[in-house]
């Protein structure tokens, strides 16, 4: 099924790349719009926005470094 052309040109079925994990297939968003194209993308790394979210909630570069260099002593 994965390979199935018809799947692939609509993006029923789609090719991810993964830095850890390298290339991989699943399935597409089911929902498609004209007017509203959507890009599956994926999974984020363990932490990867770490730094984005703390920054969001009011840390900053400082604090989030202090926390950093704190790690495994909680």
């Known amino acids: 099924m994965a390979n199935e052309p018809s799947l692939r040109k609509t993006g029923t079925i ?4 993964h830095p850890k ?4 297939l ?3 968003n089911p929902i498609k719009m004209s007017d ?6 994926r999974s ?3 932490g990867e926005h770490t ?3 703390l920054a969001e909630l009011g840390y900053a570069a400082a604090d ?5 260099s ?3 002593q909680f």
């Open 14 to 17: 789609v090719e991810v790349d």
């Open 51 to 53: 730094d984005e979210v």
């Open 44 to 46: 984020p790394l363990l």
């Open 21 to 24: 994990r390298g290339k991989y």
């Open 26 to 28: 699943t399935v597409g």
């Open 64 to 68: 989030v470094a202090a926390l950093r």
């Open 70 to 72: 704190k790690k495994g």
């Open 36 to 41: 509203s194209p959507t890009e599956v993308k």
